[in-house]
């Protein structure tokens, strides 16, 4: 149990969480981007595992760049697809969300056997590549501090940064920015901003669309960070987790990312637990996350009855 205790109280430690925490703050925020504007996006899930096949197959013949690129451009594609089918031919959000991820779930699978002559599990036989670490030197210079800070920052990948960019940028945004302005009004009460000559439903194509690339850049990051290659159902939920943490961080950036560092926290810890402590069962630290999912689900279907009950009255 010490021995756990001191790989958890770490900076290599604190360093897995960052790494670990980072598809899930994209995704997060994907989620949150959705969920604003009024569609709930619960194809999270398929989202990042197709973008993350996409991605690891595109990296085989083309740069780095370019496969991110791909992984979040076919996230992008699926979000419009999703508001095709619900903003068009009026299909309900969630039914189409399911059938993206059961479609994502069987698709990647046929796609990877193709693409790989056959093995139906991992992209082992094609020489992937990944996206480059930054390493951060000048922060050995900091006094007293600075060497925790490079071993802790140091060696995390592009997309981490962007996340952690993001979360400040979609703040920005949403609290400072008109159109952040429109998102959340279409999402709260579509018919005052319709009244205003706001295109609700133009708004939420795009609240989709920019979900989907979120999602497409956290599967982008698993595929060619976390996990260089790609393996059938990698993405374990990662998706509903994000959904969770949406609604756990309160619908608004900050608490999303402090949500996805929660979750992150307990990946990481299953990962020291399966090392160091064979007899322990790993499978009760990694169920945690769905947990609080589940409870962060019971209180937003209770917010939102008890909204409604306000409104009524």
Request: net charge positive.
């Amino acid at each position: 149990m010490m021995d756990i205790i001191g790989a958890v109280f770490s900076v290599t430690f604190l360093a897995m969480v960052i790494r670990q925490m980072t598809p899930l703050l994209l995704a997060t925020l994907g989620g949150l981007i959705a969920d604003l504007s009024g569609a709930l996006n619960v194809a999270l899930e398929g989202m990042m595992l197709i973008s993350a096949l996409t991605a690891v197959l595109v990296s085989v013949h083309y740069p780095w760049y370019v496969a991110v690129l791909a992984g979040m451009s076919a996230g992008s594609a699926l979000g419009l697809m999703m508001a095709f089918f619900h903003l068009r031919m009026r299909a309900d959000i969630i039914l189409v969300g399911f059938a993206v991820n059961i479609v994502a779930t069987g698709g990647t699978v046929f796609a990877l056997s193709l693409a790989t002559g056959g093995d139906k599990g991992t992209s082992i036989n094609l020489v992937s590549k990944a996206i480059p670490a930054v390493n951060l030197p000048f922060l050995r210079d900091i006094p007293v501090v600075g060497e925790v800070l490079h071993r802790m920052l140091s060696g995390h990948s592009v997309l981490t940064w962007f996340a952690f960019a993001s979360v400040f940028g979609l703040w920005f945004f949403l609290y400072r920015m008109r159109g952040g302005l429109w998102l959340r009004a279409v999402g709260e009460y579509p018919a005052a901003p319709a009244a205003a000559g706001i295109k609700v439903d133009m708004v939420r194509m795009w609240g989709l669309i920019a979900s989907g690339a979120f999602a497409g850049l956290a599967g982008a990051q698993l595929a060619m960070f976390n996990y260089v290659g790609f393996t059938r159902d990698m993405t374990a939920g990662r998706g509903f987790i994000a959904l969770g943490a949406v609604l756990l961080g309160a619908r608004h950036p900050v608490g999303a990312c402090l949500a996805a560092l929660l979750f992150g926290f307990f990946d990481a810890l299953s990962f020291v637990i399966a090392t160091r402590a064979q007899n322990f069962p790993a499978e009760l630290i990694q169920a945690m996350p769905f947990a609080v999912t589940i409870v962060a689900l019971i209180f937003f279907a209770w917010r939102a009855q008890r909204a409604k009950a306000l409104r009524g009255a």
